[in-house]
């Protein structure tokens, strides 16, 4: 069965959408894909119970494609530490598979719950604003370790590429902001990767999900999301120049507040 045209146009219109949020403020990913997914996916089939897993899985997904740029970008101004990567990769690759597996053994109500409270605690740590004080010791290979696993298993569970997690906890341990913005955007490749490995193989013999689907992963959506992030982020980066960042990115942060208190509603 093929997909409907106007949806097919909204994916685009997804992808653009957060390609420009990317580039503007630094931000999207699952923050702008699992709320859209949420109420596009019953569109094309999806049930009920296994939405949120769906969305979840298709917003670690788009983040594969999305993470290559960003890390590619950082690694070429010079703000990516190999020494931290070396220390956290490994970890949060882990957690990445964790957190998938947890959520294949949660039902759709509780993911929406855990889903809807991360989207309000991150939306007013944006709107505060205020960064951690450096007061942690140096990271080494023994507190990198359980810190790692446990963001990777967050953002997985959150559908998010981990930077919202990874920044403040490396500017806790004294990193300075570029190179943690800069490490955390590289460490979002191998968690999403193995975090869509894990949606895809726990759901690979699922009944009841829609056609063009591998495991809980829409594959639809992630190609038509992931063009249009690719040619829109680069306008959002110009945008950044020109507007008023952080005023926008309160606004923003009030709508995801919004958003994570309609999820809550609607799964309880």
Request: with cysteine; proline share 5%; charged share 5%.
């Amino acid at each position: 069965m093929p997909l409907e045209f106007h949806l097919i146009i909204l994916l685009l219109a997804l992808g653009l959408l957060n390609g420009v949020l990317a580039g503007l403020l630094g931000i999207g990913g699952g923050l702008v894909i699992v709320p859209a997914m949420v109420w596009l996916l019953p569109k094309v089939g999806v049930p009920q119970e296994h939405l949120m897993h769906m969305a979840l899985a298709t917003s670690m997904a788009t983040i594969c494609f999305t993470a290559i740029s960003s890390a590619y970008a950082h690694h070429k101004r010079g703000s990516v530490s190999t020494h931290l990567l070396k220390l956290l990769v490994p970890a949060i690759a882990i957690g990445g598979l964790l957190g998938a597996y947890i959520a294949d053994l949660i039902n759709s109500i509780w993911l929406g719950r855990i889903f809807g409270t991360g989207a309000i605690l991150m939306g007013l740590q944006m709107v505060i604003g205020k960064q951690p004080t450096a007061k942690g010791d140096e990271l080494s290979a023994g507190n990198a370790a359980p810190s790692g696993v446990a963001m990777g298993a967050i953002s997985s569970l959150l559908g998010i590429g981990g930077g919202s997690l990874v920044v403040p906890y490396l500017l806790y341990h004294k990193e300075k902001l570029v190179m943690a913005i800069g490490t955390a955007a590289t460490c979002g490749l191998p968690l999403a990767f193995m975090a869509t490995i894990g949606y895809v193989v726990l759901g690979w013999n699922t009944q009841g999900l829609p056609p063009y689907h591998l495991g809980y992963v829409f594959l639809p959506a992630v190609f038509a999301i992931a063009i249009g992030s690719v040619l829109s982020a680069p306008f959002g980066a110009y945008l950044a120049h020109k507007l008023p960042t952080k005023i926008i990115k309160r606004v923003f942060a009030l709508l995801m507040v919004v958003i994570g208190i309609k999820i809550l509603i609607n799964n309880l």
